[in-house]
Nanobody, 117 residues
């Protein structure tokens, strides 16, 4: 059974920073892609950033230059460094892991990020 545990959410003022973490665990887990999604009230869940095996990254246009995704393969932990946060970044952020070898697609429980003055 695969489990994703997220942490690092909270409330900050505009211009502030937060760092989200996602710890993945599970027997036989082989992470192919680790990503972050977010969902604001009344809106659909949207992709924020992904990091693929080999280190290739992809970002939503709205966060380019402000957010940085990274991954520590030694302990299956992913990070999303969020700088210069804006009110429109307010959402529940979800970690997602894809295991292409075993056909798995896993989600964390979500962590709230609120950006407000």
């Amino acid at each position: 059974q695969v489990e994703l545990v997220e942490s690092g959410g909270g409330s900050v003022q505009p211009g502030g920073s937060l760092r989200l973490s996602c710890a993945a665990s599970g027997s036989g887990l082989s992470i192919s892609v680790m990503g972050w999604f977010r969902q604001a009230p009344g809106r659909q869940r949207e992709s924020v950033a992904h990091i693929i095996n080999g280190g290739r990254t992809n970002y939503a246009d709205s966060v380019k230059g402000r957010f940085t995704i990274s991954r520590d393969d030694a302990d299956n932990t992913g990070y999303l460094q969020m700088n210069n946060l804006r009110p429109e970044d307010t959402a529940v952020y979800y970690c997602n892991v894809q295991d292409w070898e075993h056909g798995g697609n896993y989600w964390g429980q979500g962590t709230q990020v609120t950006v407000s003055s």
